[in-house]
């Protein structure tokens, strides 16, 4: 987290030998390890200068997380797209067979079917290497960006709404618009270490970045959506969610619960299946949760919208509790269960966390202003 991270976070030395990162993003995206937890473990242990870089990556994730939260309609947008998409590639033979062979590690491009490789058989991939895995996907192979972030989400376990769709957006000129991310040659060479120099035939030069496929510009920014919270003395339904592992700290001794809910939501990722490992990991996070709460929860089904408040009516709760949960596929099946919730007169109340609440304000245009505002948001947190 300190002047080593900063020298060396860029180098992606391979399966197995990824110690120049932290490898913390699927404890972190679910909140098994919160974003405050780790930069206050950066900052006792390093300093705010020696720390400043692993810091300032933190923040790219509740950069993103606020942005899709002040503008839902990208994430609806790609969704849609995403079915769009592989509806095309299936009447098109020919991309339909590239699509094939790039998924299955068989495109030629030596550091690309590695890449598929690692991806697929342990769930993670260094930064650098999704830079450029998603450059070359939309550049050179000149597949459909959203199929490529639609892979990326089947498969890595660290897998966000948020960091995955802006992401490849930001590598396709779709984020910052008009300026796309070009893999190179020589980058590849030396951030490698030289595992892989692939020739210049191989990677795509003098890209156009794709702004112009969506001529209409991005959708207007909306409003913080602002959570209703619990009341303390009615009986209360606690839904837990991978978006946040660490239910305890909100404190959920002082309600009255009589009951308590998990969703296992790894499914609703893709149209596409999605590999077991997320799965498994998945179930993991929760079990951990369980213990930590001494509770033995209910597996809510995800696949009925009504089925949230039909168990919170028979476990006699008239208000449902759970951590906010953000822009994606979760939220999307809150968004169906609410209407049935509203008929029960079950209200959904949800805990913010203070990080988000500081952080999403800021979120509105480029990483910059929210750059900027670290220092700040860290002192009224008071992690400094
Ligand atoms: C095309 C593309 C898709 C991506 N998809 C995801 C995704 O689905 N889920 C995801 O968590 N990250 C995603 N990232 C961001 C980043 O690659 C990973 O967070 C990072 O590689 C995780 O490895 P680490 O924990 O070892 O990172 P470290 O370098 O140790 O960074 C520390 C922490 O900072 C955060 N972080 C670092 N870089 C970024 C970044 N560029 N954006 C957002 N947060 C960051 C993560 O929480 C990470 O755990 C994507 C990046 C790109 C370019």
Known sequence: ????????????????????????SPYIRRRLITEAEVVKAALELH??????????????????????????????????????????????PDQNARLKRAEAGETGIACFDAWISELTQTGYLHNHARMWFASIWIFT????????????????????????????????????????????VWNIAKYTGERFTPLQSDIASDIQPLDRSEPEGLPALQPLRRPTG????????????????????FQPGTLNI?????????H????????DHIKAFEAGALADVSNRLKINPCQINMRDPTALAVWAKETGAQQIVTAYVPEGPTRDWLREAETVLHEAKIPLCEWRRDWDAEVWPHATASFFKVKQKIPSILSSLEIC
């Not at 987290?1 to 913390?24: E, I, T």
């Not at 972030?149 to 890595?156: E, G, I, Q, S, V």
């Not at 609703?268 to 590999?275: E, F, M, T």
């Open 258 to 266: 009589c009951s308590t809910g998990i969703v296992l939501a790894s």
């Open 47 to 92: 300093g705010s200068e020696g720390a400043e870089k692993f810091i300032q990556e933190v923040f790219w994730r509740s950069y993103f997380k606020g942005w899709l939260e002040r503008r839902p309609d990208v994430w609806r947008s790609y969704c849609k797209g995403v079915q769009t998409d592989l509806e095309k590639i299936q009447a098109d």
């Open 141 to 184: 192979l000149k597949l459909p960006w959203r199929i490529g972030a639609d892979f990326f989400y089947r498969n890595l376990l660290d897998g966000d709404p948020a960091s995955n769709t802006l992401g490849w957006r930001w590598v396709a000129g779709l984020h910052t618009r008009g300026k796309a991310y070009e893999a190179k």
């Open 268 to 275: 609703l990722r893709s149209p596409r299946p999605v590999a």
């Open 230 to 249: 619990p009341e303390e003395n009615l009986p209360t339904a606690l839904l837990i969610t991978e978006e946040d592992c660490s239910i305890e700290t």
């Open 1 to 24: 987290m300190g002047s080593q991270y900063a020298a060396k976070r860029n180098f992606d030395f391979g399966p197995g030998n990824h110690n120049s990162v932290s490898n913390l």
